[in-house]
C-alpha cells in the first residue's frame, strides 16, 4: 500500500512540471514517516520504498510528458 501510495503521489505531482511541488511532496513523506515512526513502529525499509516509488512515479509520468510533447512537436512541422 505504501508503494501504491507514494507512487501516485509522484503521477500526480508530475504534471504540475514545478521543482518546488516535487521537492514538497518529497519533504512531506519524510515527514509523515517521521510522525509514524514517532507514533508506532516502522522500518526505514517503509521510507525507502516510499521514496523509491514516489521517484519512479515521478520519472515515468515526465518521461511520458516529455515524449508526448516530442511527438506533438513532430506533426507540427510535417
Known amino acids: 500500500m505504501i508503494a501504491l501510495t507514494a507512487t ?3 503521477f500526480v505531482t508530475a504534471p504540475m512540471r514545478s521543482i518546488f511541488s516535487m521537492v514538497l511532496v518529497g519533504f ?3 515527514a ?3 510522525c509514524a515512526a ?3 513502529t516502522t522500518s526505514i525499509l517503509d521510507l525507502a520504498a516510499a521514496i ?4 519512479s512515479g515521478l ?3 515526465l518521461l511520458g ?3 508526448l510533447d516530442r511527438m506533438r512537436d513532430r506533426r507540427r512541422f510535417v
Do not use: N
Request: hydrophobic residues 45%.
Open 28 to 30: 512531506l513523506v519524510c
Open 38 to 40: 514517532w507514533v508506532s
Open 65 to 67: 510528458l516529455y515524449t
Open 52 to 55: 523509491g516509488c514516489y521517484d
Open 32 to 34: 509523515v514517516y517521521a
Open 8 to 10: 501516485t503521489l509522484g
Open 59 to 61: 520519472l515515468i509520468c
